[in-house]
């Protein structure tokens, strides 16, 4: 099981991920084409690997985990599959035309792959590669593709951050609903967005 956190940085994107022996546990960050790997004890550790297209570039970089410690980045023309332990990157989605936007957020939730892009909700097969469909369309669920977050929650359930709070998607029925609205404790523009619960 892996635990993750997304925090947008100026250099990048850092990915706090801390796995089972099945992943290689560790804090990752981008930086330029590079995946860095550091560990909470001793600091850095070395670069994973450096592959050109691998990601978006330090402001709009997006890195999140999946099932057996994957590793996914947001590349410059599909999304790409780290493997920490060998070192080697790949890119496992090729964009087509359901890309009508920059793409946004990225989050997994089972065997599945999703990403924002304007007001809709993409679901891509990261074992295959292929585009799945689009599980709606709902203005004011994001707040932008590159201000798009999105985290995984239980029962197959996605949060996005959206216009004036955060909305859940319901990725079997293809729903989403505003299930908290912002009131007067928003004092600034929201930043980092993670759910947490029992496995």
């Not at 994973?48 to 099932?67: I, K, M």
């Not at 709070?165 to 980092?192: H, R």
């Amino acid at each position: 099981m892996i635990t993750a956190k997304n925090v947008r940085l100026g250099c990048g994107m850092l990915l706090l991920a801390i796995a089972t022996a099945s992943a290689v546990p560790g804090v990752y960050l981008t930086t330029g084409d590079s995946l860095l790997r550091y560990d909470l004890n001793t600091g850095f550790v070395g670069v994973v690997g450096t592959f050109p297209g691998a990601t978006r570039g330090s402001f709009s970089d997006l890195l999140t985990t999946g099932p057996g410690g994957r590793i996914y980045s947001l590349g410059n023309s599909g999304i790409w599959q780290w493997d920490v332990g060998q070192g080697t990157a790949s890119q496992i989605i090729t964009f087509g035309p359901e890309l009508t936007a920059a793409p946004g957020g990225m989050a997994t939730s089972g065997n599945s792959l999703y990403l924002t892009v304007g007001d809709s909700l993409l679901q891509y097969d990261p074992d295959t590669g292929a585009f799945i469909g689009i599980v709606g369309t709902f203005p004011g669920a994001t707040r932008g593709s590159l201000s798009d977050l999105l985290t995984s929650g239980p029962g197959n359930r996605i949060y996005s951050l959206g216009n004036s709070g955060v909305w859940q998607w319901n990725v079997t029925k293809g729903t989403a609903s505003e299930v908290i609205t912002f009131g007067a404790e928003v004092t600034s523009t929201p930043g980092g967005l993670v759910s947490l619960h029992s496995p």
